[in-house]
């Protein structure tokens, strides 16, 4: 199985700026990436970074927007997992390729689609708003099965400031050490966050 790793080099992560410059999100970003691919190679897969800019050999390099570069590499069973799950692990990875159906969906938090397993030759992605949903959809319209992996793992892609707190509490990748050689869980405030040492 093809297993592409979608990753955009420019401005990557902005939604973390209100807490990380643009150089950490560089450095928080390629780490995250690091430890996907890892968890894709310990779980036996060789994973193609889908790039938009070369970043070492072996990439994948499509500068067109998400979608349209996607769906332009899918072949029957290709899985695309998203490069910003710094909690995926390879045995959640192993759940989600060791399937059977059509389509395989993991849903993040907010409506994307954090990990897709496609074997049905008409599937194409359709992502960004609520992409879980349309993947869905794109899935009934063909007549392909659907499995829809629960996982707090494969469902926590780290976008917003709040979801650092998650890679501090479960996180135990080079993406989670950067971490926390710079921020603390902050728990003052309600809901647990995170905030600089
Ligand atoms: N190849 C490619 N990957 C993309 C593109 N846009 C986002 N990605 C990757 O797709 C995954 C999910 O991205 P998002 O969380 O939607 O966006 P992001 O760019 O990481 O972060 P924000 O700037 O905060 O939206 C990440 O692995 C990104 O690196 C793109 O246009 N091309
Ligand atoms: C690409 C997008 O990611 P999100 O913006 O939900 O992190 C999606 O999964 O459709």
Redesign the pocket.
């Known amino acids: 199985m093809q297993v592409l790793v979608p990753y955009r080099v420019d401005e990557p992560k902005t939604r973390l700026a209100p807490v990380l410059d643009d150089e950490e999100r560089r450095e928080f970003s390629r780490l995250m990436l690091a430890d996907v691919l890892a968890a894709v190679r310990s779980a036996g897969y060789d994973p193609t970074v889908l790039s938009t800019a070369p970043l070492s050999g072996g990439d994948c390099v499509d500068e067109r927007p ?1 979608t349209v570069a996607v769906n332009s590499h899918l072949e029957p069973n290709t899985a695309v997992v ?1 490069a910003d799950l710094a909690l995926v692990t390879p045995s959640v990875l192993g759940e989600l390729f060791e399937t059977n159906e059509d389509v395989v969906l993991a849903p ?1 938090r ?5 990990a897709i397993v496609a074997r049905h030759p008409q599937f194409r992605v359709d ?3 609520a ?1 879980y949903r349309d993947h869905v959809e794109i899935c009934k319209a063909i007549g392909a099965s659907v499995r829809t992996i629960d996982s707090y793992r494969l469902g926590t ?1 780290i ?1 917003e400031p709040a979801d650092l707190a998650e890679v501090l509490l479960h996180g135990d990748g080079r993406a989670a050490d950067w971490l926390d050689d710079r921020f603390e869980l902050s728990t003052s405030n309600g809901r647990t966050g995170v905030k600089r040492y």
């Open positions: 998400l998203m993040g907010g409506g994307g689609t954090n992502y960004h708003g992409s892609d976008d």
